[in-house]
Each structure stands twice: as C-alpha cells, then as structure tokens.
C-alpha cells in the first residue's frame, strides 16, 4: 500500500544534541509537510516543499531546518533541541497537481528532549 | 482573516448513537474547501472527507457525512451508528486561495470524542 512512513516513531534526545527525524513516502506525492504538534492542540506548520521548492513558515524558529535530497525521502533536523520542543512531529504529503489537495499523515514521532 | 472553530472541546457519546461534531468556519473567498481529520491516541492524523465551496451536495464517506451550511458558514460531521473506535480527537480544517501556498491548510482547535460502550 502507498503511504507515508516516518522514523523513528519515538526518538530520545538531550537538551541541545542534534537530532533527524525522517520521513519516506511511497506516494510520489509533490508536496511534503513538517508539523509540530502539542499534548491537545492543532498541528503548526514548520515548512512545506513543492519538489524542491522550500516553503518556511514565518514563525518557524531557525532551530528547526528541513531537507529533501528527493521525491521520496524528507528530514527534519533540530539543531538544538529545547524543551520546549518536544512534542509529536508529523509528515504529511499531498499531490500538487489535482484538488483538493487532501493531505495524508504519517504516524508521527514522538520527541522527547531531556 | 481565515478561522476554524470547533466550539466542542470535548464530547462523550453511547455507542451505536450518532454523533455531529460542530465547525464553523470564515473566510472571504468564494473557493474554498473544508476537511476533517480523524487523530486516534496512536498519533496518526487520518483523512475523513472533503467538502469544496461549489459541491451542491453534502459529502459522505461510509459512516461519515458532512452537514454543510454554506450560508451559515457550518460544516459538522456526522458519524452514523458509532463505535468505540471512532473514540479519538477531531479536526475541522480549510484551504482558500487566500492563503500562502494552496497547499496550506487552517486547523481548528480540535473535538475530543469519547464513545462510551
């Protein structure tokens, strides 16, 4: 089945120690979401890409920075991880070149900073 | 400016009953689509069901129907005949050309709704 995979699921770091977080999709999908998500709250956009486009959200701190070497693959680094972020990562994918853009999740990970 | 409410943070409801999760939603645009999302405890954000402006009929996906008042700026998903899995938290969101990126969505606070056996 096509999908969105994300790795870890629960990933471990310590105060300031960089850390990767991956995300593959089998959807040959245009356009790749990063989400930060807190205990009950909404998604917050970090970025999105178009192809290779790179689409940063205005208040997306510079701790946060993205790569996407292809297609398929599309990674979130946190240079220096507070405490403030930990929380739950979400990968997202969405066609770009037919409405109505509905948008498909990844399991998430899980970022505990301690 | 683009808003999603959901005035429900939280709802309990008897198995098998049917369920209207509520979302109202602004924007100036005329073109514009509606979403909801359905979050189990596991984490993972899954699509329910669309609405675009201009669909003259409500959209339905199985057990999941969305009531939309276009007029009243509404779009509330029914769930027919729950089950305790449907136990999760909701999210209402919207798309408008308004917005940065057409792929950008606004999200509402979210519904947490607990099905009790």
């Known amino acids: 089945d096509a999908m969105v995979i994300q790795n870890p699921r629960y990933q471990v770091t310590q105060f300031g120690k960089p850390v990767t977080l991956s995300c593959s999709q089998t959807l040959n999908h245009n356009v790749m979401y990063w989400y930060q998500q807190k205990s009950s709250q909404a998604p917050k956009l970090l970025f999105h890409?178009?192809?290779?486009?790179?689409?940063n959200e205005a208040d997306t701190p510079d701790n946060f920075q993205s790569r996407r070497p292809n297609t398929s693959f599309c990674f979130l680094d946190i240079r220096s991880p507070g405490l403030g972020d930990a929380a739950m990562y979400l990968c997202?994918?969405?066609?770009?070149?037919?409405?109505?853009?509905?948008?498909?999740f990844g399991p998430g990970t899980r970022l505990t900073v301690t | 400016a683009q808003k999603i409410t959901q005035t429900q943070p939280g709802m309990f409801v008897q198995e098998k009953e049917a369920v209207t999760l509520d979302c109202t939603y602004d924007?100036?645009?005329?073109?514009?689509?509606l979403f909801w999302y359905k979050q189990p405890s596991s984490g993972e954000m899954i699509f329910l069901i669309y609405q675009g402006s201009y669909d003259e009929q409500n959209a339905t996906e199985g057990r999941y129907s969305l009531n939309f008042q276009k007029a009243r700026k509404s779009a509330n998903l029914v769930i027919s005949a729950s089950q305790l899995g449907d136990s999760a938290m909701y999210f209402c969101?919207?798309?408008?050309?308004?917005?940065?990126?057409?792929?950008?969505?606004?999200w509402g606070a979210g519904t947490k709704l607990i099905i009790k056996p």
């Open positions: 924007t100036s645009d005329q073109s514009y689509g």
């Open positions: 969101a919207m798309r408008d050309r308004y917005m940065d990126s057409n792929y950008q969505l606004i």
């Open positions: 997202a994918t969405s066609s770009g070149t037919g409405m109505p853009y509905e948008q498909y």
């Open positions: 890409y178009y192809d290779k486009d790179f689409n």
